[in-house]
């Protein structure tokens, strides 16, 4: 994985990028998800890409809502159709994302997020060099599970 510019991260995140999600689809709210959009370029994920180095950079990253630090380790991604954890992250390999294709990242936390604004704060760490962005988002509704498989 290498650097990405933050005025990029901010184009990968839509404007209704952020939405509470009823993950079993009975009515209670179980977590959020953020919507991050491939802007750039199609994105391939090789068969037999270093684990370790992508856990670390994933799991790793600093991630905070309206102030409030996130355990990411508990969190999971959804993209092309597969939920990945810290435990099946191998699974990504052999992945292809299309520009416009999307993934979302998903934290468990009871009764989601509130109505309004919310500021997240991402800080990424790559080689050497820490990058902070900081994001603006409105919550933008509710959505199931099967959704954020695609």
């Known amino acids: 994985m290498s650097y990405v510019p933050k005025y990029i991260i901010k184009r990968m995140v839509p404007a209704d990028a952020l939405k ?23 994105l391939q994920i090789e068969k037999d890409f270093d684990v370790e180095d992508l856990k670390k950079q994933l ?12 355990d990411v380790k508990r969190g999971a991604i959804f993209a092309v159709g597969k939920k990945i954890t810290l435990d099946n992250i191998a699974d990504l390999g052999g992945i292809s994302l299309p520009v416009g294709g999307h993934l979302f990242i998903y934290f468990p936390q009871a009764g989601g997020l509130g109505a309004g604004k919310h500021t ?17 988002r409105d919550m933008a509704g509710v959505m199931n599970g099967k959704e954020l498989l695609g």
Do not use: C, I, Q, W
């Not at 799991?59 to 996130?70: K, Q, T």
């Not at 997240?120 to 603006?136: A, D, G, I, P």
């Open 20 to 42: 509470n999600v009823d993950m079993d689809g009975k009515g209670s709210v179980d977590g959020f998800a953020l919507k991050y959009v491939n802007v750039l370029a199609p």
């Open 59 to 70: 799991f790793d990253a600093e991630v905070r809502v309206d102030g409030s630090a996130l």
């Open 120 to 136: 997240l704060v991402l800080t990424t760490k790559y080689m050497e060099r820490v990058e902070e962005t900081v994001l603006e």
